[in-house]
């Protein structure tokens, strides 16, 4: 068990609706990081959050957006869905913010848009 | 950018055989570099990282890898492999000093033989 929560595990909707993808961090990391997995494109970085503050963007749409509350856990917000982002999204944790910290995984939300 | 190459997206060996799996940065600077497994509806786990101390880094489950500057490599071994270890590899890397998250390779599916 990494300690790092993701909530739902499943999700499915439909061609343009609006979802929001939860993460809680392990205990005392203060980094928070999404990632998208899908079998064409691989594990693609979306968006980092230090203590509540954006650190780093990736390759994440216009469509999506993602937020780090006071309580460190994070949202992720999938807006006007399409086919393609049918996906595994995945949240990680790390202590710091520097780039040797490992990650810490969850076990992800796979998103269905039908 | 900093880049990982992985070299075979499926590799297949037989119990107690030798595993190596393959992974190649680009960097004009030695980086950051992880290893991390995948089973099956899960999260990643982190194996090992390499941030510049030692060259051969000793991992979990027996694997471990060695750095080589002049391959530009960091490929996984691990001496006799287990049923449990048919898994998904991910080789990872970072750019040190920075605050880029990491960057992951495509991936390499562990088939392990009885």
């Known amino acids: 068990d990494s300690g790092v929560t993701q909530t739902p595990k499943h999700l499915i909707t439909a061609t343009g609706q609006r979802v929001t993808l939860r993460c809680s961090p392990r205990s005392g990391d203060l980094s928070v990081y999404w990632y998208q997995q899908s079998l064409d494109q691989g594990l693609q970085f979306l968006i980092q959050y230090y203590n509540g503050e954006e650190r780093a963007k990736g390759n994440i749409l216009e469509r999506f957006s993602a937020q780090q509350f006071p309580d460190l856990h994070s949202e992720l917000n999938l807006s006007s869905l399409e086919l393609g982002d049918s996906a595994l999204y995945f949240c990680a944790s790390s202590v710091g913010r520097a780039n040797n910290s490992p990650l810490h995984f969850g076990n992800g939300t796979r998103l269905t848009v039908t | 950018a900093q880049s990982v190459t992985q070299l075979g997206s499926h590799v297949s060996v037989s119990e107690g055989a030798l595993v190596l799996l393959r992974c190649n940065y680009s960097?004009?600077?030695?980086?950051?570099l992880f290893w991390y497994v995948q089973y099956p509806n899960q999260g990643l786990q982190l194996l090992l990282k390499y941030t510049s101390a030692a060259t051969l880094v000793k991992g979990i489950n027996g694997f471990e890898a060695e750095f080589k500057k002049s391959e530009t490599s960091f490929h996984l071994t691990k001496p006799s492999a287990h049923m449990s270890d048919a898994a998904e590899y991910f080789c990872a890397v970072s750019p040190q000093g920075g605050n880029t998250p990491l960057v992951f390779g495509k991936g390499t599916r562990l088939s392990v033989i009885a």
């Open positions: 960097s004009s600077v030695p980086p950051y």
